[in-house]
């Protein structure tokens, strides 16, 4: 079973850029899809960005939320079990709990719903404010 730990979340100043990481343990990665999903006070959880499975015949497949495309980079570093989020021109509205989490069984079609996802990290707040 994998275990996911976040960091890297933080206060920031609107433009600014921050990168989450996701350390897993228990289990490679490899075999997983990724996916980062946050949450606001009083909103439900969305996702932001997530990434298909590794498994070296096809390239991964990723996806990102409309609001973040072109700012947001999702990636996996496949030897360090890791998965980060690279945030650049940060937003207010992008603050929220951020979370990872890991799934050997989502479907492509759903990549991005977190109902596909049975693992969990413990989130990492980002919060940007001036």
């Known amino acids: 079973q994998v275990q996911l730990v976040e960091s890297g979340g933080g206060l920031v100043q609107p433009g600014g850029s921050l990168r989450l990481s996701c350390a897993a343990s228990?289990?490679?990665?490899?075999?997983?899809?990724i996916g980062w999903f946050r949450q606001a006070p009083g909103d439900e959880r969305e996702g932001v960005s997530c990434?298909?499975?590794?498994?070296?015949?096809?390239?991964?497949?990723?996806y990102y939320k409309d609001s973040v495309k072109g700012r947001f980079t999702i990636s996996r570093d496949n030897a360090k079990n890791t998965v980060y989020l690279q945030m650049n021109s940060l937003k207010p509205e992008d603050t929220g709990l951020y979370y990872c989490?890991?799934?050997?069984?989502?479907?492509?079609?759903?990549?991005?719903?977190?109902?596909?996802?049975?693992?969990w990290g413990q989130g990492s707040q980002v919060t940007v404010s001036s």
């Open positions: 990434i298909s499975s590794s498994d070296g015949t096809s390239d991964s497949t990723t």
């Open positions: 989490a890991a799934d050997d069984m989502v479907r492509l079609s759903r990549l991005c719903e977190s109902r596909e996802y049975d693992f």
């Open positions: 228990g289990d490679t990665l490899t075999y997983y899809a």
